[in-house]
């Protein structure tokens, strides 16, 4: 099966997002947020007897919600702008037992054995070469057919850490 792809800034900054927001700790920075707004809204609508908020309070409120999604967002603009693997067009040809990446500046061959792990979004699927680093499939260049034979060929990769939706 081939398939070409490009993946924009815009895609692969709601992909890496979602992905940092997904992590337990965002989760619960953005709860301790949500929390410190709340008391601070309470105390100056007086609805309970709330201390007054420190100024240590609005420092938190703005760091999580400002400081930490600018620095998020700066880091994936560097990162896209600075690679030229992820703003070229791609043409992959992926098989049961391998998937070939043929880039403008790159050739990649990888044999599925060796791969870390496989997720699929809601967007895309993301080809784990290690921890950090992955492949991006947006699902949006795929066919219905090619959707579903993608699966199929995922889904008999190997028993590893591969999630796949239903």
Not at 20 to 47: T, V
Not at 101 to 122: A, N
Request: charged share 25%.
């Amino acid at each position: 099966m081939k398939i070409t792809t490009r993946v924009s800034f815009r895609e692969y900054l709601k992909i890496l997002f979602g992905l940092a927001y997904r992590k337990p700790i965002m989760i619960f920075l953005l709860g301790l947020s949500f929390l410190l707004i709340i008391w601070i809204l309470f105390y100056f609508l007086n609805i309970f007897n709330f201390p007054r908020p420190l100024f240590y309070q609005y420092l938190t409120v703005g760091l999580i919600l400002i400081v930490q999604p600018l620095a998020i967002f700066l880091t994936i603009r560097r990162n896209y702008f600075s690679s030229n693997h992820l703003r070229e067009s791609l043409e992959m040809e992926v098989t049961k037992t391998d998937f070939k990446i043929k880039g403008e500046s790159f050739y990649l061959e990888v044999i599925w054995d060796k791969i870390f792990r496989i997720v699929e979004h809601s967007e895309c699927f993301l080809i784990y070469q290690n921890n950090l680093s992955a492949i991006i499939i947006l699902k949006k260049d795929l066919s219905p057919e090619q959707l579903i034979e993608i699966k199929e060929i995922l889904k008999n990769v190997s028993e590893r850490s591969i999630r796949l939706k239903k």
